[in-house]
């Protein structure tokens, strides 16, 4: 079976559509963390790790009614508790109260208390110890973590570009950190268009996306740097084309086994994956478009910003590969 | 070539028998359930799968600090006594500087002498200021000492953690340094749901000191500082009595004490529960360390019949009158509950914590959400590896099994490297595991698309492998070092949950080069000896 076989499409005649389509969502996105930013003060939806506070998860030994428990919390003097149903395929009658976040640390479990009393004594249907989840965090760890994942993608963003610098050029590492920073941005605008909560897992998630978006991208880098070595006298542009069609296939392939993989974990993997999942099914179809449709035209973009400078015109074919 | 094969073949052999043992260790046996079993013994799940507690606590160094400079007050105005030089008072002057003491009033001609014998004893903890011309000096504690003590308060509070979890007999407790925040500590108690005692357990500061009595007992604080001329002096403390557990007479009793203790909680070598043989009262029995001992004896003989106080956790438990003095032994017959007198016993054996601690996030897992939570990943890693492998097949046919056999064997490497490394698979985990697969058959598309290549060109099927290989070999290469060096700087940059996520990607990395290249091309390899010549490959 052979999918792409002998493919030849201009995908740089299609620059300025994905142009505008990378606009379209890194702005709305933006727009919209702006927005929630000035009236939240964060501009994506941060978990509970992140942001502090308190979630009881119960499982019930009966189907729980959300009425009720609603009224046990006001019952027991509880304002302002967000409770929702959470069902998952294989835990069913779970049900997660959240309290908002405490402003300080001393109140940390008393919020634990409050709801389990509350459900102990003004709710009938029974759960166990062993049916209780609680995720309490103070506002300093949150922060503390916050700080850490921002800086940890940073830094190993700057990381690919020196490796890059150095296997490649400058104009490479440069391109490609472009693109994973552009699928970084729009996987996090996708939450906060979305509405869903940023949390720990969440980051592993894009940790994970930022590393496979740089290999989509390595791979067609690569076959750029073997064809102008190949073929000097071809242009830049039909040099990335050829390079874009020829891997088109082996980018198709591994984009949809990994999306497969990760659908099977959204499917499959329970609500407490949802969000790790959801940012992988984003960001892998982001991350496949971005190698495509934002590194290599850039490349391309920057020799004929030189050769309008009138600059060395030449995209040199990078160092020899050694491996 | 033949042997070459082999030799080739037995390495890898033996890498799969190496990483099995590495998930299984040697099982008890082949049924299904010491498998498990052996296998749940190597590979350990995080707090998210089995249920647990997992605590962050601060330690609230700040006290330690105050603690010391406590002591420095009392050795102040000990050492200025003996030298027979003046003062009004040696104090802290502010509450909200525990590193900073003072001492006023000296007469300016002792000035001079004052500041030598300060220097000569202090210098080397404290910078000292002033010229003596207003009467004082200020000691500060040295920045560099100061954190010194910090490091050390938070290196005795998890030992004591440790020492106090233990008593409960948690299997693979984690207590160890928080690495995101200062003086931070993490604690993690696999199996346990009952986070209430394990607080309790942690918490407690059940610190016993002994104070010397200024006044009292007074009716409440108001009578209290009336009697000490308005308001407490700073080198003085009001205390509560506790509630006597058969009368319940004293119980809002107020004591003027010396803030400084005669006798604190380190100085104490064990303490054992008893009863008085003839009122039947809890008693404690405890002994002093050595040094303690002299300073006791010392105090004591010096101070006979004037009152002390023993203090537990912030309340007056006793006052007794000295009637001789004592030296590292003694009996303190108090208002005791049952509870307070074992727990007691126990805590003065682990050690006092040097100071509170605050709790900065706690989260439990109960084992049944945990137990859902294996399940629903299992079921989404095995339909994932299922998929991808049938994929495999139907797309590159005979090739497909090549794929398949390196995706397995990659599985085994990275999940019995966890087992070898001692990482803590969490559900997050899990899903990176899934992951590597799906990216890991990155690695055989690579090679396998290049080999289509050369084949559509019209090479002879080992020409085509061997320049499939080739070519993908540097993209292979540029895609691993690209991760493996975020993957460092992770390792360098981030802590705990980060951290293991890194190693895990960068070993999975490592096998996935193992496998979908040195393992894929050695089945190629004896492919290609028992391909009949002009027989084309399947790919």
Redesign the interface.
Known sequence: ??LFRGVNIDWLRLKWAFLGFSLLFSVAGVIKMAVLFSTTGSPVPLGVDFRGGTEV?V?FQQAPDINAIRQAMDAAGIRDAKIQSYN????AN?VLISLPEEQN??Q??SG?QQVVSALHSHYTNPF???????????P??GK??ET??G??IL??????L???WF?FQLIYGVAAVVAVFHDTLITVGFFALTGQEIS??VI??I??L???S??DT??VF??IR?NLRLSRRESLPDVVNRSIN??L??TV??SG??????L??Y????Q??RG??FA?VVGILIGTYSSIAVAAPMLVAWQQWRASKGKDVVLPAAKR?R? | MNKNLNQKLALIFVVLLVFIYGIFGVPSGVTGKSIMDAMSKRIHLGLDLRGGVHLILKVNVQEAVSTETDNTVGRVQQDLKTANLTFTQVYKPDPSKPETVKVQGISPANASTVRSTLDNKYSNEYDISGTGADGSFTLTMKPTIESALEEKTVQQAIETIRDRVDTLGVSEPVIDEYGLGKYEILVELPGVDDLDRVKSLIQNTARLEIHAVVGGPYKDEAEAATSAGGSVPPDEEMVHGSGNMATGSDADAVYLLRRVAVVSGTDFRSADPGTDSNTGQRTVHFTLTNEAGDKFYDYTSKNVNTSMAVVMGGRVKEVANIESAIRDSGEIRGSFSQDEVASLSKLLRTGALPASLEYLEDRTVGASLGADSIREGVTAAVVGVLVVMGFMLIYYRGSGINADLALFLNLVILLGFMGFSGATLTLPGIAGVILTIGMGVDSNVLIFERIREEVRAGKAPAAAIDQGFGHAWVTIIDTHVTTIVSAAILFVVGSGPVKGFAVTLTFGLLANLFTAVYVSRLIFDWHLGRLKSGEPISI
């Open positions: 079976m052979e998860k499982q998952s395929t294989a835990g779970q640390e001393s940390i479990d634990r166990t110890d062993s049916g209780v989840q609680v995720d309490a965090v103070g300093t760890v503390q973590l850490q994942a800086r940890a830094v190993s963003l700057l990381g690919m020196v490796y890059l296997r720990l897992t592993a998630a940790l994970t930022v590393g496979y740089m290999n390595i791979v690569d076959r073997e020829q891997t296939s082996r392939l591994t086994l990994t999306f497969l993989t990760v099977s974990l499917i499959f993997g329970g407490v994956l790790f999942s992988l590969p491996a």
